[in-house]
Nanobody
Framework: VQLVESGGGMVQPGGSLRLSCAAS????????MSWVRQAPGKGPELVSR????????YYADDVKGRFTISRDNAKNTLYLQMNSLKPEDTALYYC???????RGQGTQVTVSS
């Protein structure tokens, strides 16, 4: 199993980023997937989750309306579109296969003026 995130970076408040997670080594389309973030000095926080077909989604309250999770099962890729970013969104973001300990190495998102 391999999960490789990309798309992070530094952005000003109010800006946008699109994270990607390329999955390999397992049958991507049959697993729910999620994005988790961890800020310095804090524990992991579930940001969003998506069902196998993409029709079912969950968002943490503090990202609802700003972030959109999606997936392309043909490309074995998970996405997180992040808009209206705030400084408190600063964290290491990583994707996980729901129900397992598999996770990627993460991509850093820094929101700062």
């Amino acid at each position: 199993v391999q999960l490789v995130e990309s798309g992070g970076g530094m952005v000003q408040p109010g800006g946008s980023l699109r994270l990607s997670c390329a999955a390999s080594g397992f049958t991507f389309r049959i697993y729910d997937m999620s994005w988790v973030r961890q800020a310095p000095g804090k524990g992991p926080e579930l940001v969003s989750r998506i069902s196998t077909g993409g029709s079912g989604t969950y968002y943490a309250d503090d990202v609802k309306g700003r972030f959109t999770i999606s997936r392309d099962n043909a490309k074995n890729t998970l996405y997180l579109q992040m808009n209206s970013l705030k400084p408190e969104d600063t964290a290491l973001y990583y994707c996980t296969r729901v129900g397992s300990s598999f996770r990627g190495q993460g991509t850093q998102v820094t929101v700062s003026s």
